[in-house]
């Protein structure tokens, strides 16, 4: 009896933890779980695959992609951002299902002149709907150090984190009507590249490709994340990545800090763009409560 109970456990123990391996990936290494997207040689991978340059010279950006396509999970990278006279550039950090519905989780750093501030631009594309950007200045300097940036997605809400500050959150709200990812796996996206007809200045200011080449540093790639390739999403329908639930009190006061300081531009507040109603998502009971 004991004994035969004994096995019992110890079978659905081991069978959770196949299944928990099979479908989760832990760490991250830029060999071996991601392919070149494009740019070739100007992807440069070092450290064994732990770091890596990304580098736009005066003829071609680059930029890679995640073998595996991933529904929910945590996702962080390191990044360092092109210094000096950035102006034009795009370093991208994102999120993308493929396809004419697809979804779209994006972090993208807009490039300045020297000594002009980066901005930190966050959209969420879902069911092929876009449009939702809020976008903000750092409380530091992008391109001195590396800052970990973040995605933590689950079906409940989408968290953007910025060295573990939440910047934003973006509650389902499916059941009113508002689209919100939670049927398509994306794989994750790394680039560089020429995005002066519309960056800097709404594409005032061009690139200036006698800086080139510029580069951007990335390392620590960290995904949690439940792993749906060929279209096997069945396991990952509830994944939640596990620790990263909610909010807690101490991230709800960073946030409103952030909120209160860095915001450049939210969609939620552009009451000339909708004249005629903000999108539900944007009213008081469907953002999150920070207080
Ligand atoms: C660049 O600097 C200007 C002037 O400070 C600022 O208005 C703008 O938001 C900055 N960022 C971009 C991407 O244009």
Redesign the pocket.
């Known amino acids: 009896m004991a004994s035969s109970s004994y096995y019992g456990s110890l079978f659905l123990l081991l069978l959770s933890l196949f299944l928990w391996f099979s479908t989760n990936v832990l760490g991250g290494n830029f060999n071996t779980l991601f392919d070149n997207l494009f740019g070739e040689e100007r992807v440069d991978i070092k450290e064994d695959g732990n770091s890596m340059t990304l580098t736009l010279d005066e003829y071609c950006g680059s930029g890679i992609v995640s073998k595996n396509e991933y529904l929910f999970g945590r996702f962080d990278m390191k990044i360092k951002l092109v210094p000096g006279n950035s102006?034009g550039t795009v370093t991208a950090y994102y999120l993308s299902s493929v396809g004419a519905q697809h979804d779209e989780i994006d972090i993208e750093f807009?490039?300045?002149?020297t000594g002009?501030?980066?901005?930190l631009s966050t959209n969420v594309y879902a069911e092929g709907i876009g449009g939702r950007e809020m976008q903000f200045?750092l409380w530091f300097d992008p391109t001195e150090d590396y800052h970990m940036y973040s995605i933590d997605w689950n079906p409940e809400r989408i968290i953007i984190l910025v060295d573990n500050n939440p910047i934003r959150v973006m509650l389902n709200r499916q059941r009113i009507g508002v689209p919100f990812p939670t049927k398509r796996p994306m794989r994750v996206y790394t680039t560089l590249w020429n995005g002066d007809s519309w960056?800097?200045?709404?594409g005032e200011?061009k690139i200036d490709l006698t800086n080139a080449p510029f580069v951007a540093g990335f390392k620590n790639f960290n995904a949690i994340a439940c792993i749906a390739n060929q279209g096997q999403t069945a396991n990952c329908r509830n994944y939640n990545g596990g620790k990263y639930k909610g909010l807690d009190r101490e991230s709800k006061r960073k946030m409103k800090q952030v909120l209160s300081k860095w915001v450049?531009y939210d969609y939620c507040a552009d009451l000339r763009r909708y004249a005629h109603g903000l999108p539900y998502e944007c009213r008081k009971e469907n953002r999150i409560q920070l207080d």
């Open positions: 102006a807009l490039g300045n002149l002009e501030p980066y901005l200045y960056a800097t200045r709404w200011v450049v």
